[in-house]
Nanobody
């Protein structure tokens, strides 16, 4: 099993920045896992934000955050980060960390951290 715990959410003004962290643990977790960030805004479906593959660290982003958000990982610390810049009220959501062993659906999810951007 793998456990994921997000942190770093909070209230920020439009144009501000936040850095989300995701701590991974568990007997089966390894640096080969692909890690992702998703978000769910009020009244909307959960959507993909960013992902980073294991080992090589290839990254991908949703168009809505490209150029503003940066995903990174520290395999030694079993941590994944989401640096968010130029935040807007449209970025307000609960942000979730997720992990998967191979292509397809994500296997493990955190409980989420709330990000609120005020105008």
């Amino acid at each position: 099993q793998v456990q994921l715990v997000e942190s770093g959410g909070g209230l920020v003004q439009a144009g501000g920045s936040l850095r989300l962290s995701c701590a991974a643990s568990g007997r089966t977790f390894s640096s080969t896992y692909t890690m992702g960030w998703f978000r769910r805004a009020p009244g909307k479906e959960r959507e993909f934000v960013a992902a980073i593959t294991g080992n090589i660290g290839f990254t991908s982003y949703a168009d809505s955050v490209k150029g503003r958000f940066t995903i990174s990982r520290d395999n030694a610390k079993k941590m994944v980060y989401l640096q968010m810049e130029s935040l807007s009220p449209e970025d307000t959501a609960v942000y979730y960390c997720a992990a998967k062993m191979q292509a397809g659906k994500y296997d493990y999810w955190g409980l989420g951290t709330q990000v609120t951007v005020s105008s």
